[in-house]
């Protein structure tokens, strides 16, 4: 599809495990944003990246949480030592350029932590 | 302080009832503003940019009073499908875009 896609859809670990989220924004687009949310909340900013770099990294809430995008392209959001506080949907949005205000999200993937 | 404040509601409508939300922004430098829409265990969509001048589009007015930080959404002869959240969206600068916790709208018949 042409849309932002994000894998998996649901995750369900257990406390204390390693989690990679995947993002595959829509193509040509430069900027991906990584969003958390949790239930009755709006989406609360993890990070940005305009390409390959992340240009705002002031949302992950701690050293546990660590995104990249080598390429520019498929981002992975990379969680350690999962908590259960970490039990959100976490989205991923992309533009065509930053700025714009309109981001495509994708549909989410649900991590459960146990 | 959060940086984007709203009313979470919900707000309880008939059919073709006007309603308005209101959302205020902490950071007077921000620079754009935008409404979206997010319907129940979906993502959320883009519904509208918020201009200084004020815009419409169909039965959705939105405005900014940027001397009270303050933008509004104005949604005349609501529809059963309106029913959502929307999310007052403010970009910070350099384009950190945030969301409000957003604001619940049910309509019914």
């Known amino acids: 599809g042409a849309g932002v896609s994000q894998t998996p859809s649901n995750k369900v670990t257990e406390k204390g495990k390693y989690v990679e989220l995947r993002c595959d924004p829509i193509?040509?687009?430069?900027?991906l944003y990584w969003y958390r949310q949790s239930l009755g909340q709006g989406p609360e900013f993890l990070i940005y990246?305009?390409?390959?770099?992340?240009?705002?990294d002031s949302g992950l809430p701690n050293d546990r949480f660590f995104a990249v995008r080598p390429e520019g392209s498929v981002s992975t959001l990379k969680i350690q030592r999962t908590e259960r506080g970490d039990s959100a949907v976490y989205l991923c949005?992309?533009?065509?350029?930053?700025?714009?205000?309109?981001?495509?999200f994708g549909e989410g993937s649900r991590l459960t932590v146990l | 302080r959060k940086e984007v404040e709203q009313d979470p509601g919900p707000f309880n409508v008939p059919e073709g009832a006007t309603v308005a939300f209101n959302c205020t922004y902490s950071?007077?430098?921000?620079?754009?503003f935008f409404w979206y829409r997010q319907d129940c265990r979906k993502e959320p969509k883009l519904l509208m940019s918020?201009?200084?001048s004020g815009n419409e589009d169909g039965r959705f007015t939105a405005q900014l009073n940027r001397a009270s930080q303050y933008i509004s959404l104005l949604i005349r002869d609501s529809k059963l499908s309106d029913s959502a959240t929307y999310l007052c969206v403010v970009n910070t600068g350099f384009q950190k875009l945030v969301f409000g916790t957003g604001t619940r709208l049910l309509v019914s018949p």
């Open positions: 193509s040509g687009h430069t900027a």
């Open positions: 950071n007077s430098a921000s620079q754009s």
């Open positions: 949005a992309s533009s065509l350029a930053p700025n714009t205000g309109e981001l495509f």
């Open positions: 918020v201009y200084s």
């Open positions: 990246f305009q390409g390959t770099g992340a240009a705002d």
